[in-house]
């Protein structure tokens, strides 16, 4: 009698290895742009917090443009905030959109926006 050999074939390995390897890069591509997103979204509910109640727009984007700079956030400037009152409380809200090469001509584009509205607020990615 011959015993049947049980087990993964080569093939099968490398190309599990092959997207296991895809997906690292795409990951370490896309990574650094939810880490800038996640940066200057805690920074308007930092400045939110501090300037809340009191602050003007002027004074509100100046505190955001101080904090950007030592947080080295490039993908929203002060002048790109959108600024309002909403039940007394000051909601600070920005929308943009990152494009990210991936391989070749093939790239990535993510809508990013965030705000520190209470309750429905937008939060997405």
Do not use: C, H, W
């Not at 100046?62 to 002048?79: C, L, S, Y």
Request: proline residues 3%.
């Amino acid at each position: 009698m011959r015993n049947k050999q049980r087990g993964v074939s080569f093939l099968v390995i490398f190309l599990i290895g092959v997207v296991l390897a895809l997906g690292a890069v795409g990951a370490m591509k896309i990574g650094p742009a939810y880490s800038d997103f996640s940066t200057a979204k805690n920074a308007i509910v930092a400045v939110a917090a501090s300037e809340g109640r009191t602050g003007s727009v002027a004074e509100i984007r100046k505190a955001f443009d101080r904090r950007a700079a030592v947080d080295n956030i490039t993908v929203v400037t002060p002048g790109e905030l959108e600024i309002s009152k909403e039940g007394g409380d000051v909601v600070i809200s920005f929308v943009y959109a990152q494009k990210i090469p991936l391989v070749a001509n093939i790239s990535l584009l993510i809508d990013f926006a965030a705000s520190t509205a209470p309750g429905g607020g937008v939060d997405k990615q």
